[in-house]
């Protein structure tokens, strides 16, 4: 009886893990892509969209807030040597801070539609970024994506709190 009941018992122990271990895969995916895509507002986002030549967009405190908080999550996981890679603790780390961030900017959004647009191509390049961390093999081209869009935001936006130069020490 053992013969039959063992390998019975052994295949629903693999169920239950392969089950856990894909609804958690899937918890994460589904709340990356909610994310993304959650503060739809029924209008095209486009990628660089900008007031007027030389012009940028007002900001608000929610916005400030959480491109804050993505800078910040940046420069603390970045190596303290140039040129050593970011470790598997560190990118996960700076994933989950990136998306949660990105979750807060999006849940307390309140730009005019414009401006919102601009935004929102900053949003998809950090979440795509994000993504490409937990690949070490994307890791530098995710890494580069969200220092570009750290890079743009005070090109798009009217950033008190940013000055020059300061995306610039994070490479």
């Given at each position: 009886?053992?013969?039959?009941?063992?390998?019975?018992?052994?295949g629903?122990?693999?169920?239950?893990?392969?089950?856990?271990?894909?609804?958690?895969?899937?918890?994460?995916?589904?709340?990356?892509?909610?994310?993304?895509?959650?503060?739809d507002?029924?209008?095209?986002?486009?990628?660089?969209?900008?007031?007027t030549p030389?012009?940028?967009?007002a900001?608000?405190?929610?916005?400030?807030?959480?491109?804050?908080?993505?800078h910040?999550?940046?420069?603390?996981?970045?190596?303290?040597?140039?040129?050593?890679?970011?470790?598997?603790e560190?990118?996960?780390?700076?994933?989950?801070?990136?998306?949660?961030?990105t979750?807060?900017?999006?849940?307390?959004?309140?730009?005019?539609?414009?401006?919102?647009?601009?935004?929102?191509?900053?949003?998809?390049?950090?979440?795509?970024?994000?993504?490409?961390?937990?690949?070490?093999?994307?890791?530098?081209?995710?890494?580069?994506?969200?220092?570009?869009?750290?890079?743009?935001?005070?090109?798009?936006?009217?950033?008190?709190?940013?000055?020059?130069g300061?995306?610039?020490?994070?490479?």
């Open positions: 009886m053992k013969q039959y009941l063992q390998p019975i018992a052994w629903v122990a693999m169920a239950s893990v392969v089950a856990l271990a894909s609804s958690f895969a899937l918890s994460m995916a589904v709340g990356t892509a909610q994310a993304a895509t959650a503060h507002h029924s209008h095209p986002t486009p990628v660089a969209a900008q007031a030389g012009e940028r967009w900001t608000d405190a929610a916005l400030r807030e959480g491109m804050t908080r993505i910040e999550v940046v420069q603390r996981s970045m190596p303290s040597a140039p040129g050593q890679p970011v470790s598997d560190s990118a996960a780390a700076l994933q989950r801070d990136i998306e949660a961030a979750s807060y900017l999006i849940a307390n959004c309140k730009l005019p539609e414009a401006a919102d647009n601009a935004l929102h191509g900053l949003l998809i390049d950090l979440l795509k970024g994000a993504e490409a961390l937990s690949d070490a093999e994307q890791r530098e081209q995710g890494l580069q994506r969200i220092f570009e869009a750290l890079e743009r935001y005070p090109q798009l936006f009217a950033e008190p709190v940013w000055r020059e300061f995306v610039a020490h994070l490479h």
